[in-house]
């Protein structure tokens, strides 16, 4: 990974994106890929399309959401408390005791996520999981008048932003799902643009996945692409308590994983192997026995019916503050991406 697509990773992690809060986060999609792309357009949902090569050859579609876990403040209380509902699949465990950050029209306004403290809970609270209406955002206001004179209900609130690298090439961040999807259909379409290629490439960075898998069903329909991959994260399993048996293994740095099921072309995946193994790139198999909870499954049914293949990043704690993912793998799933773009043909067919 060079500098700057390091710098367009990190930049990701650190800009806003709430589900339906999309706008500064595809500003920075914009940014990066407008010098490469013959073509970058913004739809009324909010997804932005960059298209390389328009009319040539077959449509391929690389997918990565941009948005991200999330709340939205729903109430500011007489001394300037904020009361908050969640946007997305929250374990509200993880959000006691967060910095976060309510995004207001004004800028960033730091504040803490808080409930009473261990020593006041009665024996009976100290029981039961925290509820969300149980928590509250302090951000040191003095009363509603204060808080109120920043804070506008319906504003959208991230925990603490930013990458964190660790050792072995292993990096947290909260949102790397799926700004780690968004990095690889960039990078993908950058690198493919740059070797050359015999298709028409469209990337898109879309919206409100969080919420009902929303802004690729409306990406898919206006691209209308005959092949289309998503790219998202997938739970690793080299950690503790989890049962590989049911999860497959699947590890942090092993490469991207490809998936197999009902929710993938047979004949996509199959040619993702084929280019990966020609290319020596690493990568890793896992099945999938459902309809996918991510943007290949809208992908798939789209119109006619689009020729679908999922790809997944590995990562540790999904849906939590310190989502953890190793960089390699990133960069292979790039390289991934821009090879099968590359070896699309005309006569490529992809009918099961």
Wanted: proline share 5%.
């Amino acid at each position: 990974m060079n500098s700057a697509s390091m710098t367009f990773l990190e930049t990701l992690l650190s800009t806003p994106g709430v589900s339906g809060y999309e706008q500064s986060v595809q500003k920075v999609v914009r940014d990066y890929i407008g010098d490469v792309a013959d073509e970058v357009r913004t739809d009324l949902h909010g997804n932005v399309l960059a298209t390389g090569n328009p009319g040539k050859g077959l449509r391929l579609m690389f997918d990565g959401h941009c948005d991200q876990l999330g709340m939205v403040v729903s109430h500011i209380d007489d001394a300037g408390f904020l009361y908050f509902q969640t946007v997305g699949g929250w374990d509200p465990q993880q959000l006691v005791g967060q910095r976060v950050t309510v995004w207001t029209e004004g800028g960033a306004v730091p504040g803490v996520i808080s409930r009473k403290a261990i020593h006041l809970l009665t024996p009976d609270e100290k029981k039961k999981v925290v509820e969300v209406k149980d928590m509250w955002i302090d951000i040191g206001a003095k009363d509603a008048d204060d808080a109120r004179s920043d804070v506008t209900i319906g504003d959208p609130v991230t925990v603490a932003l930013g990458l964190q690298e660790m050792r072995n090439g292993i990096a947290n961040a909260p949102a790397m799902d799926n700004r780690t999807g968004v990095w690889v259909v960039v990078e993908a379409f950058r690198r493919a643009m740059e070797v050359g290629i015999d298709c028409t490439l469209v990337a898109a960075s879309t919206v409100q996945e969080e919420i009902g898998l929303r802004g690729a069903r409306t990406a898919a329909y206006g691209v209308d692409p005959h092949v289309a991959i998503a790219v998202d994260v997938t739970h690793a399993t080299d950690c503790p308590s989890i049962d590989k048996r049911q999860r497959g293994s699947i590890a942090l740095g092993d490469g991207p994983v490809i998936v197999r099921g009902p929710n993938v072309n047979p004949r996509v995946g199959e040619f993702l192997a084929t280019v990966a193994d020609d290319k020596g790139i690493p990568y890793q198999v896992a099945a999938l026995g459902r309809a996918a909870p991510n943007d290949s499954n809208p992908l798939q049914i789209t119109r006619a019916g689009v020729a679908t293949g999922l790809v997944q990043i590995p990562n540790r704690y999904m849906h939590s503050a310190v989502e953890t993912v190793s960089l390699d793998d990133l960069d292979t799933c790039a390289d991934l991406l821009a090879a099968f773009a590359g070896a699309l043909t005309d006569d490529s067919d992809f009918t099961p």
